[in-house]
């Protein structure tokens, strides 16, 4: 079976208001969007959903019970897959959309998924960060768990730190300053304390950036400083959601009853103190599904481990583990020289790297180029971005990558002088721009006064009337020159006039209040619109992001890896980082580096050890062989808890008796509808119903109404009647399985039933209460 291809999904909510969804902790006033024009049709029926999967993909969305592993290679449609998954269990009737909770841990990674669902027909499902959900949660049960109002929580934890040094006399600079930071943080999410901080250290072989000692008394003073604030971080929402469930059964009972079902994304780049927290929502559930992809690990620096992903089945024994290898992203040069860069990988993660199978049609071969200086490598790469472009690419769909934000600067220079546009990834989130926040501002105040603008007299349709509103706020037809600010802006502005076009395209006749209804929703999910620029980043921000053409630049010795990647685990996650660069490029790949940093410097430097055997006159790599897995389904031993083995040795599974989807007898379609449901088929399918059986049964129900005074569907309704004449049960088994009936009725009127299916006289022809 060919595999489908996969769907791209574009655009943002709009068109009539949005229904508010109550106000609870679980939901914190996320309103439920409706359906747009801008986004493909809502999948008439659960089926539908599941149109367009390949094999595997499919397997992950109809695999609703039990735990549930997906390692999913890069560009193979992951977050479709899971998506597709949690809407077909929701439109399938088998997961209560305000049970379910997916959490990730990019705020865009959570608004794409919550986009994705509602395109799908999934309202109400909540997807969140990591933090997000922790501190809904915390927000809520605080005063009942704790008392009084929850800490204020700082957006930065530089200045505590700066405060904590100077408390320690000790003098950091902007350098140590970053560093001390970061490793209180990495101390916080490994759950480690000041007094363990030196050996914690030890133990994993973590370069520290001061003295462990040092830094341990920082961290302390750190703390003590909250405390005297009053003040909470990023990383107290994790441990303090803990403490409350670890410390209060009644809260995490609460917590419990409301999210049954788990959905995790990016699974290798979860922490020890996420890991907690997640079995703290499950308490001793195994409803989880779990997705990511050991080398694409590249944050465990922050406390992240792959061991979680890899170590599932060996804590879910019955776990299902589907393998997704299919690339819908990468043309096969690009997946060729992927896979050849963790075929020379060592380690863990290398041992269950997943071999990608492209499948685009054939592009260009990656460019791989060498120049003298870093200056002419920078001039080289805008040179070949504005080619690009000239021939006919988009600048939005061209990036320029790099291992450390140091070097964003000469880069955007160059493109500058080469006049190409161009945005820096991983600065401020695009509604959250003052330039954005005063547009949208302004346009709103412009829907408002409608016809009375006089801005708007010239402005015959939207796309227009955003033009003229927003020339007041510095967007003109042509950019400025240059780069900096003043260019950032302008960028910000044109993409807002781009999706007024693209608004206008999807649907005919949008107002103006149209859109700010669009611009509103978008907002709230962190879904902005495509800035017109090529995009700087380093590999790090571009995680999760895919362009046409894609520029790797700075792949030497010293970068990459990086200097002060010394041990076997930080050079193999170099690798991992280089990797997840390369699995950017949908079509073009060009790898550069420079022999000096500058113009007539020494000529030192090589290509990174990580493209030997792979670019052209390096000779042939090492590989790995036979060690790479391939695409497809495991099925573990279905009850088994750990420890448990296959030979027969596991234990039933607790909890409630697990639904799998209901299809119809006659076609096979997935049934939702009540009365399907009962019939197992669907009203349009050929009935082959008893007809006397079925009045001979109606018959008996009246009378049994009659006798204990209540209405005759309290008895069997009439479509459980239809079901119990076209199955003819012949002993209490077959009547049981008939929807409608339950062992209550079984108990009630079994035998009645079952002596009319035989065609015998009803014993005493009495009601049995």
Known sequence: MAPAALVRLQGGACGQPAHPSPVTWQHGCVTAATHSPLFPQVPD???????????????????????????????????????????????????????????????????????RLRQLGAVGVQARTFHSAALRQLQYFWPKAIGGSL???????????????????????????????????????????????????????????????????????????????????????LLLTVAVLQ???????????????????????????????????????????????????????????????????????????????RDYRSTPQVVRLANGLLAQASGRAADHRLELVSQRAGGPEPVFTEYGDEPAEAEGTARRVRELIDAGVPASEIAVLFRTNAQSETYEQALADAGVPYQLRG????????????????????????????????????????????????????PPAGSGAVRERWESLAALVHLAQDFLAARSGATLADLITELDERAGAQHAPTVQGVTLASLHAAKGLEWDAVFLV???????????????EQV???????????????????????????????????????????????GTGPGRAGTAGAGGVER??????????????????????????ARCRVCGRTLTDGGELKLLRCEECPSDMDEGLYERLREWRAEQARRSGQPAFCVFTDKTLMAIAESDPADEHELARIPGVGMRKLGRYGADVLAICAGREVAGGKDQD
């Open 45 to 115: 029926t659960a089926d539908a959903v599941l149109e367009g999967l390949d094999p595997e993909q499919r397997e992950v969305a109809t695999s609703l019970h039990g735990p549930v592993c997906v390692l999913a290679g890069a560009g193979t449609g992951k977050t479709r897959a899971i998506t597709h998954r949690i809407a077909y269990g929701v439109r399938a009737g088998i997961l209560q959309p305000s049970s379910v909770l997916a959490v990730t841990f990019t705020n865009r990674a959570a608004g794409e998924m919550r986009g």
């Open 151 to 237: 800490p204020r929580l700082v957006d930065r934890k530089v200045q505590l730190v700066a405060d904590a040094a100077a408390a320690c006399r000790i003098r950091l600079d902007r350098g140590e300053l970053r560093d001390v930071t970061a490793e209180i943080e990495w101390a916080k999410v490994t759950q480690t304390v000041p007094a363990d901080y030196p050996l914690a250290v030890a133990k994993v072989s973590r370069d520290a950036p001061r003295d462990p000692a040092e830094i341990a008394q920082l961290y302390a003073a750190y703390e003590e400083l909250k405390r005297e604030r009053v003040v909470i971080d990023f990383e107290d929402v």
């Open 247 to 325: 410390d209060r059964q009644d809260v995490a009972e609460q917590v419990r009853a409301q999210y049954q079902h788990f959905v995790v994304d990016e699974y290798q780049d979860v922490s020890p103190l996420q890991q907690r927290l997640l079995e703290l929502w499950l308490g001793d559930r195994d409803s989880l599904c779990v997705v990511g992809d050991a080398s694409q690990t590249i944050y465990s620096f922050t406390g992240a481990t792959p061991d979680h992903l890899l170590d599932f089945r060996t804590r879910h024994p019955g776990a299902t583990v589907v393998k997704l290898v």
């Open 427 to 478: 600065a401020e989130r695009f509604f959250d721009r003052p330039e954005v926040r005063r547009a949208i501002a302004a346009l709103r105040a412009a829907a408002r006064f409608g016809g009375n603008d006089a801005l708007l007299d010239d402005a015959p349709d939207l796309p227009s009337q955003v033009r003229a509103v927003l020339s007041g706020e510095g967007w003109t037809a042509q």
């Open 554 to 568: 700075g792949v030497a010795e010293g970068m990459m890896p990086i200097t002060y990647a010394r041990t076997d």
């Open 572 to 618: 193999e996650e170099e690798r991992r980082l280089l990797y997840v660069g390369v699995t950017r490029a949908r079509e073009r790949l060009h790898l550069s580096w420079s022999l000096s940093r500058s113009p007539g410097g020494r000529p030192n430097r090589r290509p990174s050890r990580f493209l030997d055997g792979l670019r052209p006159g390096s």
């Open 636 to 661: 573990g031993f279905p009850g088994s808890r750990p420890g448990a083995g296959p030979a027969g040795a596991a234990q039933p599974a607790r909890g409630r008796r697990q639904r799998s989807p």
